[in-house]
């Protein structure tokens, strides 16, 4: 079976929870820096505060857990600023709050959203998880989208090395090219800074005696500058969203990167991701062949990334790769994924021509086949799925799970119930498989967790999408499930001998298998 190529995981970026309250008033808001809220009375609150931002996290979440005396100490500093700023947080794992988690798209945690003029306008958090970083980066949220630089010194300290900031050059703070260039700064500053100023002399690069108007975005990579006198809004735009993002991704501990990895993951293009320790001595010839095969390839629809093995644990656990193949470049394609280990800096343009020219074996994530599988509920992988599930004959139930998610350890016990209760019909197969660990063929639809899946003796595939309780789930089985195989043997001895009219009416004939 194919493999399934969605990067879905949500990225393993580095980041006392409050008690749960029915409704929050004046008096609850003075004992408590962080706000409890709930779908009782998040639309009443967000709906009083021009500016709010929404922490939605799960009890059982490590970052979230990290994030939380952080997001507290920010809070008590905020609230005594001018304006305030309010923080809040809600607990997206409670089934109550499942519509606000819907609503809000929450698909990993923690998720934070900002939300402005009574939560009309909800815009990500694009800023640090450390307090200090917390505070000065929602400061300058309630800010003008633009500050004005004034001097050298001032310009200096506010573009700095970190991060994509934008200056806008003008001979005058009026007309269309300031205006627009003010909207989109409104429209883009939860993930970029912006600035203007009269005097580009001023500026630490580029060309100081421009008049303007000009925009110039400072990088901390790639060319470290580019102008644009493009002013139109949406070649703005553009134009930010371009030059502001890096020829290669680093993937690391730095806070900055965190947008950068969100949009290399979501970006629908092949990924080629080179992990090495940056401590290795060949670091820079590393570095140096990865950024010479980006320019070579661009125009082959692939991103890339160089990342270091110390703060890629989770990519490493989620894609089944070992530190021990390190180096190692991993690729993530329409037509498989593809593994080079221990390579050397010479060898990654090479292999990335093979890549290109069809000639690679595609690398499938499985854990090891168990070697004893006799319990009730039998355990899937990738490497024997085939044999269990699509070609065993039999009627399948597969629950796809990840062993971090609760919903999965309480249904754990209600498909351990469901095995044993069908373990003496030998034409039901009740079994589950570690998504996490194990690359799922693309046949199956797995968005989340737990996912379950129902494959019959005839070659029917359908997802089970109803109540998670032993009765229900046994009758969708019985209901959907092939025909046994004695009534199937007698079929089949019957249409040997019956009219074809009775052959072709006949609705136990099995369903030909097409997958």
């Known amino acids: 079976m194919a493999v399934n190529l969605v990067v879905s995981f949500a990225l393993a970026i580095l980041i006392s929870s409050t008690p749960a309250v029915v409704g929050v008033d004046a008096t609850e808001e003075l004992k408590e820096a962080v706000l409890m809220l709930d779908v009782g009375n998040f639309s009443e609150v967000v709906a009083k505060h021009p500016f709010i931002v929404v922490e939605f996290y799960a009890p059982w979440c490590g970052h979230c857990k990290r994030l939380a005396p952080e997001y507290e100490k920010a809070a008590s500093v905020l609230r005594k600023n001018d304006p305030p700023v309010v923080l809040t947080k809600v607990d997206a794992y409670d089934e109550r709050n499942k519509e606000l988690k819907d609503k809000y798209g929450v698909y990993s945690y923690p998720t934070i ?43 200096a300290h506010s573009i700095g090395d970190k991060g994509v900031i934008l200056v806008g050059v003008f001979p005058e703070f009026a007309g269309t090219e300031y205006e627009n260039f003010m909207a989109v700064a409104e429209k883009m500053r939860a993930d970029y800074d912006f600035f203007h100023t009269s005097d580009a002399s001023i500026l630490p690069r ?37 030059s502001g993002f890096p020829m290669v991704v680093t993937y690391d501990a730095d806070p900055t990167n965190h947008k950068f990895l969100e949009r290399y ?50 990519v490493f656990q989620y894609f089944g790769l070992r530190e021990s193949d390190v180096p190692l470049l991993f690729m993530i394609a ?85 095995a044993v209760s069908l373990q003496d019909d030998q034409d039901i197969v009740i079994a589950k498989m570690d998504g996490t660990a194990n690359d799922i063929p693309t046949d199956f639809a797995v968005e989340g967790y737990p996912t379950i899946y129902f494959y019959s003796s005839t070659g029917n595939l359908l997802s089970y999408d109803g109540a998670r309780t032993a009765e229900e789930i046994i009758s969708f089985i019985n209901d959907n499930r092939g025909p046994k195989a004695g009534a ?18 006949s609705s136990q004939e099995p369903v030909k298998d097409e997958l």
């Open 488 to 505: 199937a043997a007698a079929v089949d001895e019957k249409t040997q001998t019956d009219t074809v009219e009775e052959e072709v009416t």
């Open 113 to 155: 959203k900002i939300m402005k003029n009574g939560g009309s306008d909800v815009r990500g958090y694009g800023g640090p998880r450390e307090a200090d970083g917390i505070v000065e980066y929602l400061k300058r949220q309630v800010s003008p989208a633009s500050l004005k630089l004034k001097s050298a010194e001032e310009a």
């Open 206 to 242: 580029g060309d100081q005696s421009v008049k303007g108007p000009i925009v110039r975005l400072f990088k901390p990579f790639d060319e470290l500058f580019v102008d644009s006198e493009d002013f139109g809004k949406d070649a703005l735009e553009k134009f930010i969203e371009v």
């Open 334 to 418: 329409s037509t498989g994924k593809y593994l080079n280990p221990t390579m050397d800096p010479d060898q990654i343009i090479p292999w990335l021509k093979q890549y290109i020219y069809g000639n690679l074996t595609p690398y499938v994530k499985s854990e090891p086949i168990p070697k004893v599988n006799d319990q009730p509920v039998k355990v899937v992988v990738a490497d024997n799925i085939d044999d269990i599930v699509f070609n065993s004959g039999k009627n399948v139930l597969l629950e796809f799970y990840a062993p971090w998610c609760g919903h999965c350890r309480k249904f754990a016990p209600i498909l351990e119930e469901i």
């Open 265 to 314: 993951y979501s970006t629908p293009s092949a990924k080629a991701m080179l992990f090495v320790s940056f401590g290795d001595d060949r670091i820079e010839s590393f570095k140096s062949q990865i950024h010479e095969a980006a320019r070579k390839f661009s125009a082959n629809n692939i991103s890339f990334l160089i990342g270091d093995v110390a703060d890629a644990d989770r």
